[in-house]
């Protein structure tokens, strides 16, 4: 498995690759930012294939139930990874065609910790690590189901350094049926 951003639960190696990203920052200004998010949004898009394999080979993908149902799919399969990744478990649930992601008053945010350790690379990590790893474990589902369209984006982030909370959303859209050539569903 990947053992890059939030797939990887050591305060190490996240400081570290802050590190690495106030290096590149330093040499590359914020152009780098834009490489930093490309970065961590891939390694999350391969994180979420792994985990549509995983799923294949245990029989747990339900194609037809997905393409049903794509809000609970996406709500599944967000806190299948959380779950099977371990630490800090944040709360994922669904209003409407919205699925949402919030940790609240983590005490233990692995990325805010690393910050205190870490060279300061960027004012908002989370908009270029976390979350845009997150955003790119979700995108695979676009791939693999082209009649939905996730819209990202982030409600609200409170980083005190004391009780943190994040919540982000997926807005889960169908605008067209299409039928999978493959499965004919």
């Not at 990203?21 to 994180?47: E, P």
């Not at 099977?84 to 233990?108: F, Q, S």
């Not at 996730?150 to 807005?171: L, P």
Request: aromatic share 10%; hydrophobic share 35%.
């Amino acid at each position: 498995m990947n053992d890059k951003g939030i797939n990887n639960l050591s305060i190490q190696t996240r400081v570290e690759e802050l590190n690495d990203f106030a290096l590149l920052y330093k040499k590359f200004g914020s152009l780098a930012f834009r490489v930093i998010q490309k970065s961590n949004f891939y390694s999350g898009f391969s994180i979420g294939m792994e985990r549509i394999i995983k799923l294949l080979k245990e029989e747990k993908l339900n194609i037809k139930a997905f393409q049903q149902n794509p809000v609970e799919g996406v709500r599944e399969f967000l806190h299948g990874y959380f779950t099977d990744r371990g630490g800090n478990m944040p709360d994922i649930w669904a209003e409407g065609n919205t699925v949402y992601l919030e940790t609240k008053i983590c005490k233990n945010c692995l990325t805010i910790e690393a910050e205190k350790q870490a060279e300061q690379c960027h004012e908002d990590v989370c908009a270029i690590y976390c979350r845009t790893f997150a955003k790119g474990i979700v995108s695979i589902l676009e791939d693999f189901f082209p009649e939905i369209v996730i819209n990202f984006y982030n409600v609200s982030s409170r980083r005190d350094g004391k009780d943190s909370d994040c919540r982000e959303a997926f807005q889960v859209l169908s605008p067209k049926r299409i039928e999978n050539p493959i499965t004919g569903i």
